[in-house]
């Protein structure tokens, strides 16, 4: 059994504004020293919110990836896990965006951050809106008549689905969207090293 015991410091000064200061100065001085330029503080920024929207988007291709693979090899029975759409298989495509958006960020790889935006239009969200419109009946006759012939762990696969759409619609337009504004960051910083 490990006892932690607790032993507090006694100080008999505490640091505050009005402590010792370098000799020859007031503390007022600090306009010339260098700063972080603002674009590199929102590079790094945007870079972590990219990088946690990546995490995100590997979480639903590997589940979607999962529900694929269950259902092709008969792992359990379609009662449980239904029979994938058509709009899934395109959607694994979606690695590409994802591989590129990951390879540009340690080193600020414009190409393939460009590569990464354009792909994840093609790859992520070309197959997410075919899906929405393939599944759009189903979903008309599940919200009139009440019937579902598909099924993911008992719930209507076509309300499970669009609840994933729903959510990979939102995380790659933000993916793209902060893509844009760290791409533009990139050119503020080319540009700027260029007039030095």
């Given at each position: ?70 259902s ?45 935006m ?16 393939e ?7 599940l ?27 939102q ?26």
């Amino acid at each position: 059994m490990i006892h932690l015991v607790y032993f507090p410091l006694k100080t008999t000064a505490m640091a505050s504004r009005a402590g010792p200061r370098a000799a020859g100065t007031d503390g007022s001085d600090f306009q010339h020293r260098e700063r972080v330029a603002s674009h590199y503080q929102m590079s790094v920024a945007l870079k972590s919110e990219i990088r946690k929207l990546n995490i995100v988007h590997a979480l639903i291709w590997v589940l979607m990836a999962a529900q694929v693979t269950v259902s092709q090899l008969s792992l359990v029975s379609h009662k449980v896990v239904a029979s994938p759409y058509q709009w899934e298989y395109p959607y694994f495509l979606s690695i590409i965006p994802l591989v590129f958006s990951f390879l540009a960020l340690p080193r600020n790889n414009i190409s393939y951050l460009v590569i990464s935006m354009i792909s994840a239009g093609l790859f992520c969200v070309a197959p997410l809106v075919y899906g929405s419109m393939e599944m759009f009946p189903v979903a008309q006759q599940l919200y009139r008549h009440g019937k579902a012939y598909r099924f993911i762990f008992g719930f209507p696969a076509v309300t499970v689905m669009y609840l994933v759409i729903v959510i990979a619609v939102q995380v790659h337009a933000w993916q793209i969207y902060y893509s844009k504004k760290l791409l533009d960051q990139w050119f503020t910083g080319t540009q700027e090293k260029k007039k030095k």
